[in-house]
């Protein structure tokens, strides 16, 4: 191995070593290596599974920053199961340093192609549909991106997928790049995020051959583009992407975009832009209900040895009602913690275990979201007790019962009683007639996503 990317792991892991807890360090940092660095892109050897996710989902950042202070040349980090042999460690950095000689991989010639990121379409192979848990918080997203699959460039062009951060956007736009790669071989695919797209503009520009960077990205006949928010306020990036997405339009090529909310709320976006992209499908992924995060546990515990009883999988699926970031990462805690101790948890051990991931529950008067959603719709706060039929009425009166459903899981006996004494079947209605009115009526989807925002 070369002993330059050898030292820099090295120095990487004694800084890191400085700015997180000694028990944190141990467990999830002490038999890692570096296996290879692949042009620019440095490949991190883990010994298992569980140490692989983890830090991929907590430190991710933490290692990436650490790397590029030391190597700015260095654009993204990997993680694989590679053992090591260790036959020498020599602790000498002030203290501590760690200096791993002899390594010795077990494997030299790692079956490592499947794990890598394919760089000429910038696919992850491990985002699939196979591992993809389908559910009321996605199915219309799913069902769009299988109709694309089908038939790219004529179904849906182009998707705009849009929900908070950690619910599944980034798996699934990859997902359907790497069933397209297979269903349609023939297809040229490519998955950029926004800043990267938008620094091969700048680099373009800087090496005076802005042509080269047209011809990149017009070759394909899919793009597939993440995290598209970020393009407020970058106005040249706009006017490219602008005649990108006319050119690979009107020549049938698909066009996939992501994003942390819709294109109607990212500020800075020029108006043509919001124009092309509500051309197409817009769709929003929301957080995973009850019944979706009781499928995510059991899909996670299935790809383990554990024996979980129900009981802790339905008091985790009650508890842990945030993202699905989130909850992959208390589900790891508790896989990792049932591993160390080669047994299944009890309930009351996972309680305590994940007790800090809790997030304390929404607390909220009734009263003043029906002052703040009456006030949107101009009506006076009173006229959402009576027993009117006005329609603009009904409509207002049917949105706050959604909303206090949906956002603040109040109960339907209680919603309709605190709303002029109204039958709990009169809050059911209300919440599905809006929550089906939704799939169908974009203008709807941006009133509630208005008035989510004055709720904040």
């Not at 991190?44 to 599974?49: D, K």
């Not at 699926?317 to 508790?334: C, K, M, P």
Request: with cysteine; net charge neutral; glycine share 4%.
């Amino acid at each position: 191995m070369d002993t330059d990317i050898k030292k820099l792991w090295e120095d990487c892991l004694s800084e890191i070593e400085l700015s997180i807890s000694k028990a944190n360090f141990t467990t999830w940092f002490k038999n890692t290596h570096i296996v290879k660095e692949d042009l620019g892109t440095i490949i991190v050897g883990v010994p298992n599974e569980f140490v692989r996710d983890w830090l991929n989902n907590k430190f991710h950042k933490l290692i990436l920053k650490t790397l590029i202070g030391r190597n700015e040349s260095i654009r993204g980090v990997e993680y694989v199961i590679a053992k090591q042999e260790i036959k020498n460690i020599d602790i000498n950095n002030k203290n501590r340093s760690i200096n791993i000689q002899n390594t010795n991989l077990l494997n030299k010639e790692l079956p490592l192609n499947d794990l890598y990121i394919n760089k000429e379409d910038n696919l992850n192979p491990k985002y699939t549909f196979n591992s993809f848990i389908v559910g009321p918080f996605n199915e219309l997203a799913y069902a769009v991106a299988q109709a694309i699959i089908e038939n790219p460039g004529k179904n849906y062009n182009p998707f705009f997928v849009y929900g908070g951060t950690g619910l599944g956007k980034t798996h699934m736009i990859q997902s359907i790049g790497n069933t397209i790669k297979i269903k349609h071989p023939e297809k040229k695919i490519y998955y950029v995020s926004l800043e990267k797209f938008a620094m091969d503009y700048i680099n373009s520009i800087q090496n005076k051959n802005p042509n080269s960077f047209k011809e990149k990205y017009r070759k394909y006949d899919v793009i597939i583009m993440d995290d598209i928010q970020f393009i407020s306020g970058k106005d040249k990036t706009q006017e490219e992407l602008f005649h990108l997405f006319n050119t690979l339009y009107e020549n049938n090529k698909q066009i996939i975009f992501s994003s942390d909310k819709h294109p109607n709320f990212i500020q800075g976006l020029e108006e043509r832009l919001q124009s092309r992209f509500a051309s197409g499908m817009t769709v929003q992924i929301t957080e995973p209900d009850y019944e979706s995060r009781i499928a995510i546990i059991k899909a996670k515990f299935e790809n383990t040895n554990l024996v979980v009883e129900e009981d802790i999988i339905s008091y985790l699926a009650e508890v842990l009602d945030g993202n699905i970031r989130e909850l992959e990462g208390s589900l790891n805690t508790v896989v990792c913690q049932s591993q160390l101790k080669n047994k299944s948890l009890t309930l009351n051990e996972a309680k305590i275990l994940i007790k800090n991931n809790i997030k304390p529950k929404k607390t909220v008067a009734i009263k003043d979201i029906v002052k703040i959603i009456s006030e949107y719709y101009q009506l006076e706060e009173e006229t959402i007790y009576d027993k009117t039929r006005r329609k603009e009425i009904v409509k207002a009166r049917q949105v706050i019962m959604y909303i206090l459903r949906e956002d603040f899981n109040i109960s339907y006996p209680l919603i309709g009683q605190k709303l002029g004494d109204r039958d709990h079947t009169t809050v059911i209605h209300s919440h599905l007639k809006i929550k089906d009115d939704l799939k169908t009526d974009p203008s709807l989807l941006q009133e509630i996503e208005k008035i989510r925002i004055l709720l904040k």
